[in-house]
Structures are given as structure tokens and as C-alpha cells.
């Protein structure tokens, strides 16, 4: 460094570069520390929201399985050439929601399905006739599932189903009007030519008069 003596007259030494004095950093510091702070309570409702939602409100509702034997011995006795009514009995009221999920099983043969619906009338157990039914009733159903239930019911409850079978006369299909007459010719008495004598003259569908015919013909005491 050059001596003051040896500097020329007139110029002045450069100035030492200046440095922030003790209260300008303590004051930097502190709004770093305070930002720091404020970025840390802002994320922390983030974390907890994000928790809160990865809890499900609510459990989903559970499923009872269909039983895996019972299944499996529905379909073995379904695949013999005739209905064992003791077998199906013997299998007790449990038997019934199987059957009833057999019907709607694309995977089931179209024939063991049918059977299905023709074996809840061997159930020994209200639901069975419940099952059918509401089978019966369901426009969403296959026709030929609701036409087989409606001969199934006739089995399953007798006159006790004269009074369900009669509304279905009234059906927008004409498979299950003609099934249903069917179903109740089977069943005969009093109450069923009523029934038929009152829809005859209503019904235009030749199949379903003829069916009607033929059902009075079989209720003729």
C-alpha cells in the first residue's frame, strides 16, 4: 500500500467498502426469521387438511358373500336332470339369496338359471315366495325369469299367491299376462275364474286369451 507521502497531491484514498452496522443485521434477521416463521404456520393447515381427507368419512357398507359351499351345491344339484324337492329343503332357508343371485349370473348356463328360479318354490322358507315374487314384479328382469317365477309362486304359495299372480293380468308384457293366466289356471277355485272371466273380454293379445281360455278350462271345478 503506498505510503500518504507518496500519493499524488489532490487525490483521496478510496473508501473501505462499507459493512452493514450491528442493529441493520440484527433487523435483517429477525424478518428472515419471521418469514421463515409465517411460511411454517401457512403450510401447516395444508398438511392437516390433506390428512383430514385421506380418512373416509364413513365405512362403505358391507356385502354379505354369497357362502362358496352352498353356492357350490346349488349348482351341482341344478346341474341334475330332475329337482330333488328334499335336497333343496334339506339346504334350509340360507339357500334362497343364492338361488336368487344363480338367476342373475351371466355365467350360470341359461338352463340352471331357470332352474334356479323353478327351485326357490322347493324352499322351505317365506322368503322363497317373497323372492319370487319380487322377481315376478321387476320389469328390469328378463321376461323369461319373470314368466318362470310366476309359475314358480303358483307352486311355491298356492291360493296365497291368487292375489299377486291376478295383478300381473294387468302387466305390460305380454309373455308374463300369458304365464300368469297359465299360473293361475294351475291353481283353479273360485276366486281364479273370477280373475279370468274379468280379464278375458279386456285382453286384445290372442296368445294371452287363449291362455285365459285355457286357464278357465282348467279351473272348472
Known sequence: MPSPSSRPR???PSPAPSR???SRRVGLFGLAVLAGVGAVSNAAPARASVHAAAQPS???PSVAPVPGPLRDEALRLLAQPSLAGAAWRSLG??????????TEDP?????QRMRAVTALSLVEAPQAGQTLQAMMEDPRRPAD???RAAAALGQCLGFEAVTALRARLEDRDVRIREAVAQALGR?????????LEERLPREDVPQVREALQ???TLAEP
Do not use: F, K, M, W
Open 145 to 147: 325369469v319373470r314368466t
Open 93 to 102: 332357508p340360507d339357500v334362497v339369496p343364492v338361488l336368487a343371485a344363480l
Open 20 to 22: 452493514p452496522s450491528l
Open 187 to 195: 291353481l283353479g277355485g273360485q276366486q281364479v275364474r273370477e280373475a
Open 107 to 111: 355365467n350360470v348356463p341359461d338352463a
Open 10 to 12: 489532490g487525490v483521496r
Open 214 to 216: 285355457q286357464g278357465l
Open 58 to 60: 364413513s365405512p362403505p
